[in-house]
T-cell receptor, first 115, second 108 residues
Framework: GAGVSQSPSNKVTEKGKDVELRCDPI?????LYWYRQSLGQGLEFLIY????????KSGLPSDRFSAERTGGSVSTLTIQRTQQEDSAVYLC?????????????FGSGTQLSVL | AQRVTQPEKLLSVFKGAPVELKCNYS??????LFWYVQYSRQRLQLLLR??SRESIKGFTADLNKGETSFHLKKPFAQEEDSAMYYC??????????FGTGTSLTVIP
Protein backbone atom coordinates (compact mmCIF):
# COMPACT_ATOMS: atom_id res chain seq x y z
CA GLY A 1 0.00 0.00 0.00
CA ALA A 2 0.92 3.65 -0.15
CA GLY A 3 1.40 4.04 3.56
CA VAL A 4 0.51 2.77 6.99
CA SER A 5 -3.19 2.06 7.16
CA GLN A 6 -5.23 2.02 10.37
CA SER A 7 -8.80 1.01 10.92
CA PRO A 8 -11.26 2.07 12.03
CA SER A 9 -10.48 5.76 11.83
CA ASN A 10 -13.02 6.42 14.56
CA LYS A 11 -14.45 4.13 17.20
CA VAL A 12 -17.06 4.99 19.78
CA THR A 13 -17.70 2.37 22.39
CA GLU A 14 -19.37 1.96 25.75
CA LYS A 15 -17.41 1.58 28.93
CA GLY A 16 -16.71 -2.07 29.62
CA LYS A 17 -16.76 -3.23 26.01
CA ASP A 18 -13.75 -4.68 24.18
CA VAL A 19 -12.28 -3.01 21.10
CA GLU A 20 -9.83 -4.08 18.41
CA LEU A 21 -7.72 -1.63 16.48
CA ARG A 22 -5.97 -2.68 13.32
CA CYS A 23 -2.73 -1.57 11.70
CA ASP A 24 -1.48 -2.45 8.24
CA PRO A 25 2.18 -1.43 7.95
CA ILE A 26 4.06 -0.57 4.80
CA UNK A 27 4.97 -3.74 2.93
CA UNK A 28 8.45 -4.93 3.85
CA UNK A 29 8.66 -3.00 7.10
CA UNK A 30 9.75 -5.37 9.84
CA UNK A 31 9.31 -3.00 12.78
CA LEU A 32 5.90 -1.88 13.99
CA TYR A 33 5.01 0.44 16.84
CA TRP A 34 1.88 1.43 18.72
CA TYR A 35 1.61 4.79 20.42
CA ARG A 36 -1.18 6.57 22.23
CA GLN A 37 -1.65 10.28 21.66
CA SER A 38 -3.65 12.32 24.12
CA LEU A 39 -3.80 15.95 25.13
CA GLY A 40 -1.17 16.81 27.67
CA GLN A 41 0.47 13.39 27.46
CA GLY A 42 2.06 13.68 24.08
CA LEU A 43 2.99 10.48 22.34
CA GLU A 44 2.97 7.58 24.77
CA PHE A 45 4.80 4.41 23.74
CA LEU A 46 2.71 1.24 24.05
CA ILE A 47 4.46 -1.66 22.31
CA TYR A 48 7.04 -2.43 19.65
CA UNK A 49 7.22 -5.43 17.31
CA UNK A 50 10.21 -6.72 15.41
CA UNK A 51 8.72 -9.22 13.05
CA UNK A 52 6.07 -11.07 15.00
CA UNK A 53 7.75 -10.79 18.38
CA UNK A 54 7.40 -7.94 20.83
CA UNK A 55 10.75 -7.24 22.51
CA UNK A 56 9.28 -4.34 24.45
CA LYS A 57 5.78 -4.41 25.95
CA SER A 58 6.71 -2.07 28.75
CA GLY A 59 4.42 0.69 27.61
CA LEU A 60 1.17 -1.23 27.83
CA PRO A 61 -0.71 0.61 30.60
CA SER A 62 -2.49 -2.40 32.07
CA ASP A 63 -3.28 -6.05 31.46
CA ARG A 64 -6.44 -4.92 29.66
CA PHE A 65 -4.19 -3.99 26.75
CA SER A 66 -2.69 -6.58 24.43
CA ALA A 67 -1.33 -6.65 20.92
CA GLU A 68 -0.30 -9.18 18.39
CA ARG A 69 1.26 -9.23 14.98
CA THR A 70 0.88 -12.03 12.49
CA GLY A 71 2.83 -12.89 9.36
CA GLY A 72 5.20 -10.04 10.06
CA SER A 73 2.54 -7.71 8.78
CA VAL A 74 -0.85 -6.77 10.23
CA SER A 75 -1.08 -5.93 13.91
CA THR A 76 -4.08 -5.63 16.19
CA LEU A 77 -4.24 -3.77 19.46
CA THR A 78 -6.97 -5.05 21.76
CA ILE A 79 -8.34 -3.18 24.72
CA GLN A 80 -10.58 -5.20 27.00
CA ARG A 81 -13.18 -3.76 29.33
CA THR A 82 -12.57 -0.25 28.05
CA GLN A 83 -12.50 2.66 30.48
CA GLN A 84 -13.07 6.34 29.83
CA GLU A 85 -9.39 7.07 30.38
CA ASP A 86 -8.63 4.88 27.35
CA SER A 87 -10.11 7.57 25.12
CA ALA A 88 -7.29 8.83 22.89
CA VAL A 89 -5.86 8.61 19.41
CA TYR A 90 -4.02 5.35 18.87
CA LEU A 91 -1.21 5.68 16.36
CA CYS A 92 0.61 2.94 14.55
CA UNK A 93 3.98 3.38 12.86
CA UNK A 94 6.27 1.13 10.89
CA UNK A 95 9.89 1.21 9.80
CA UNK A 96 12.28 -0.91 7.82
CA UNK A 97 13.71 -2.24 11.07
CA UNK A 98 17.39 -1.41 10.96
CA UNK A 99 20.05 1.11 10.13
CA UNK A 100 21.01 4.49 11.45
CA UNK A 101 18.64 7.37 10.94
CA UNK A 102 15.71 4.98 10.78
CA UNK A 103 12.51 6.80 9.81
CA UNK A 104 9.11 6.02 11.24
CA UNK A 105 6.06 6.15 8.99
CA PHE A 106 2.84 6.87 10.85
CA GLY A 107 -0.72 5.98 10.12
CA SER A 108 -3.53 8.48 10.48
CA GLY A 109 -4.62 6.94 13.75
CA THR A 110 -7.76 5.58 15.36
CA GLN A 111 -9.72 8.04 17.47
CA LEU A 112 -11.17 6.00 20.33
CA SER A 113 -13.97 7.45 22.42
CA VAL A 114 -15.21 5.53 25.43
CA LEU A 115 -18.56 6.74 26.71
CA ALA B 1 12.29 7.20 33.53
CA GLN B 2 11.65 10.03 31.16
CA ARG B 3 14.12 10.00 28.34
CA VAL B 4 13.04 13.05 26.36
CA THR B 5 11.92 16.38 27.78
CA GLN B 6 10.19 19.14 25.89
CA PRO B 7 9.66 21.85 28.49
CA GLU B 8 7.27 24.02 26.47
CA LYS B 9 3.81 22.66 25.74
CA LEU B 10 2.82 25.84 23.92
CA LEU B 11 4.97 28.33 22.06
CA SER B 12 3.83 31.41 20.15
CA VAL B 13 6.03 33.59 17.97
CA PHE B 14 5.38 36.31 15.43
CA LYS B 15 5.93 35.69 11.76
CA GLY B 16 9.50 36.52 10.82
CA ALA B 17 10.80 36.07 14.36
CA PRO B 18 13.30 33.39 15.30
CA VAL B 19 11.94 30.25 16.90
CA GLU B 20 13.57 27.64 19.09
CA LEU B 21 11.84 24.51 20.35
CA LYS B 22 13.72 22.92 23.20
CA CYS B 23 14.49 19.25 23.63
CA ASN B 24 16.64 17.59 26.25
CA TYR B 25 17.30 13.90 26.56
CA SER B 26 18.77 11.41 28.97
CA UNK B 27 20.42 8.29 27.61
CA UNK B 28 23.62 6.58 28.58
CA UNK B 29 24.38 5.22 25.12
CA UNK B 30 25.05 6.93 21.82
CA UNK B 31 21.84 8.80 21.03
CA UNK B 32 19.98 9.20 17.80
CA LEU B 33 17.68 12.19 17.88
CA PHE B 34 14.84 13.16 15.59
CA TRP B 35 12.22 15.86 15.21
CA TYR B 36 8.77 14.85 14.02
CA VAL B 37 6.02 17.29 13.05
CA GLN B 38 2.26 17.02 12.81
CA TYR B 39 0.47 19.71 10.81
CA SER B 40 -3.24 20.21 11.26
CA ARG B 41 -5.21 17.23 9.96
CA GLN B 42 -2.08 15.51 8.69
CA ARG B 43 -0.10 12.50 9.80
CA LEU B 44 2.87 12.70 12.06
CA GLN B 45 5.95 12.85 9.85
CA LEU B 46 9.70 13.09 10.13
CA LEU B 47 11.07 16.61 9.96
CA LEU B 48 14.76 15.98 10.46
CA ARG B 49 17.30 13.69 12.11
CA UNK B 50 20.59 14.62 13.70
CA UNK B 51 22.54 11.97 11.85
CA SER B 52 21.82 13.68 8.52
CA ARG B 53 22.83 17.14 9.70
CA GLU B 54 20.19 18.48 7.33
CA SER B 55 18.09 21.60 7.10
CA ILE B 56 14.46 21.00 6.29
CA LYS B 57 12.02 23.85 5.64
CA GLY B 58 14.60 26.19 7.13
CA PHE B 59 14.77 24.23 10.39
CA THR B 60 18.02 22.95 11.86
CA ALA B 61 18.88 21.07 15.02
CA ASP B 62 22.28 20.40 16.51
CA LEU B 63 22.98 17.57 18.88
CA ASN B 64 24.82 18.90 21.92
CA LYS B 65 26.06 15.92 23.89
CA GLY B 66 27.50 18.08 26.65
CA GLU B 67 24.14 19.68 27.35
CA THR B 68 22.20 16.57 26.22
CA SER B 69 20.07 18.78 24.01
CA PHE B 70 18.68 18.74 20.49
CA HIS B 71 16.91 22.06 20.12
CA LEU B 72 15.06 22.85 16.90
CA LYS B 73 15.69 26.28 15.43
CA LYS B 74 14.53 28.43 12.57
CA PRO B 75 15.71 32.01 12.03
CA PHE B 76 12.48 33.35 10.52
CA ALA B 77 9.20 31.66 11.43
CA GLN B 78 6.47 31.31 8.81
CA GLU B 79 2.73 30.85 9.35
CA GLU B 80 2.90 27.40 7.77
CA ASP B 81 5.27 26.32 10.55
CA SER B 82 2.35 26.26 12.98
CA ALA B 83 2.12 22.63 14.05
CA MET B 84 2.81 20.16 16.83
CA TYR B 85 6.48 19.23 17.13
CA TYR B 86 7.81 16.12 18.84
CA CYS B 87 11.40 15.36 19.73
CA UNK B 88 12.26 11.66 19.61
CA UNK B 89 15.11 9.50 20.87
CA UNK B 90 16.02 6.17 19.35
CA UNK B 91 17.46 3.75 21.87
CA UNK B 92 18.45 0.10 22.27
CA UNK B 93 17.98 -0.77 18.65
CA UNK B 94 14.75 0.22 17.01
CA UNK B 95 12.80 1.64 19.92
CA UNK B 96 11.76 5.26 19.82
CA UNK B 97 10.76 7.43 22.76
CA PHE B 98 8.89 10.67 22.09
CA GLY B 99 8.64 13.79 24.17
CA THR B 100 5.30 15.31 25.13
CA GLY B 101 5.39 17.72 22.21
CA THR B 102 5.36 21.48 21.69
CA SER B 103 2.51 23.19 19.92
CA LEU B 104 3.91 26.06 17.87
CA THR B 105 1.72 28.92 16.74
CA VAL B 106 3.12 31.51 14.37
CA ILE B 107 1.17 34.74 14.64
CA PRO B 108 0.72 36.64 11.37
Amino acid sequence: GAGVSQSPSNKVTEKGKDVELRCDPISGHTALYWYRQSLGQGLEFLIYFQGNSAPDKSGLPSDRFSAERTGGSVSTLTIQRTQQEDSAVYLCASSLGGGAGEKLFFGSGTQLSVL
Amino acid sequence: AQRVTQPEKLLSVFKGAPVELKCNYSYSGSPELFWYVQYSRQRLQLLLRHISRESIKGFTADLNKGETSFHLKKPFAQEEDSAMYYCALRYTGNQFYFGTGTSLTVIP
